[in-house]
DNA sequence: TTTAACTAACTGACCAATGAGTCATATACT
DNA sequence: AGTATATGACTCATTGGTCAGTTAGTTAAA
């Protein structure tokens, strides 16, 4: 049994990567576990260091989710904020591209999670809450708003109520994500650029100003 | 101190009506601190009983989720299917009363929370999420997917994918609710009623064959 | 180039609190 | 008297967070 080579290290020094891998591992386990249900020690386990390591790098579970939200979604709106603000001057155009880089984030189950635990701990931790709808929710959400805004001042787009015309892009497709990844509903037939360019249709059609 | 008045019995037998009570506290509790960080205590004492009296009626806690399932939201999908049923002669007229009775519930804050909570359970509740997509979800969905392929049979819609419109109609609504309830963000300054017309507005001219 | 002293990174074992569920017992009603 | 209904006090598993002690890597004196 006793391996002669005693070569291997019980354990190696990373400080540098070991945040990610922490955050990689909560990912994976607040998504199937949800937050509260999902221990820190098998978060530990699944970033190969004890828990008492994870404490070194975050202050509590809930610093974890912090951390989350501030490496995987706040990126994303800055990114659906960029698509909006490169097309002003196309807002038909740029109404569509923000709708397909929303369906991309949404289709993936991992990301998606983390709005599902927000949601789910927002009366708990109300910094949280308040910290995801700054940065996330109101960044995108402002950001097609005056894509909306641009688009009637053009013409282009009929006169509307930008914050309800925002919400008719941005709920289609994060309720289809929630349905399909954690009710495995019925994602239907069409794939996801089809669905896309389903959806804008519609919505292009009702926004459109006929000539 | 010493009451001479020994009239009061400690308790009373209300076998009858002991389920609702702890329905309704169990609302209220999950509401406002989620299903795992609420106990099953504070549930029995906002039901006025001890928490093993819960247990006489309820076998687990989430068995009091699931009756709340039950009770709560399951009567409202048939509600709106009722609706969509009741006007497949005018399914624009329909798809406008389905958009405000779902608008009705989403701004119902208690309600709400239990799709809400669902949501956060289902991957540790499979059971849970099965019901609730079979009898709540597939229940709406399906009414409003019927609706709009009668109104594209009839020639009033133009054709297009009716899950996709579906989930243009519930989508909005439901991300606002969640949006403005749990994660207190601005409601915008439209009134529901506005809301749901500025709503139907693009979306029926999205969908409606123009002549 | 050794090697000893030093520091940063890490661990295992622990604690304290928490909360779901149980049960022996008591009380209200019939 | 008998039984359905209710309770308080309990068990017991769980887990976030801590800490004393250990090891990996680093620096610099010898």
Redesign the interface.
């Known amino acids: 049994m006793g391996q002669s080579a005693r070569e291997e290290p019980k354990w190696r020094r990373r400080a540098e990567s070991r945040p990610d891998e922490i955050l990689d591992a909560a990912l994976v386990t607040f ?4 937050f ?2 999902a221990r820190v020690e098998d978060v530990a386990k699944k970033a190969k260091l004890s828990k008492a390591g994870v404490y070194l790098y975050f202050d509590s579970k809930d610093a974890i989710l912090r951390g989350l939200i501030e490496r995987e979604v706040a990126p994303v709106a800055r990114n659906l904020r960029a698509v909006a603000e490169a097309g002003m001057d196309d807002p038909a155009g740029a109404l569509q591209r923000v709708a397909a880089a929303f369906t991309a984030l949404v289709n993936d189950k991992r990301k998606l999670a983390v709005p ?9 931790y109300p910094d949280i ?2 910290y ?2 700054e940065n996330v ?2 960044q995108g959400l402002s950001a097609i708003v005056a894509l909306i805004e641009a688009g009637v001042a053009k013409g282009v787009f009929r006169p ?2 930008p ?3 925002a ?2 892009l ?7 994500g ?2 399909t990844h ?4 019925d994602p ?1 037939p ?1 794939s996801p650029a089809e ?1 896309v360019k ?2 804008t ?7 459109l100003a ?1 000539r």
């Open positions: 998504e199937k576990d949800g509260d249900a599902r635990i927000v949601l789910s701990v927002a009366a708990r809450a308040q995801y709808r929710l109101e509307c109520d914050g309800i015309a919400r008719m941005f709920g289609p497709i994060f309720v289809h929630l349905y954690f009710l495995h509903g239907g069409l669905r389903a959806h249709d519609i919505l292009l059609k009702g926004l006929s």
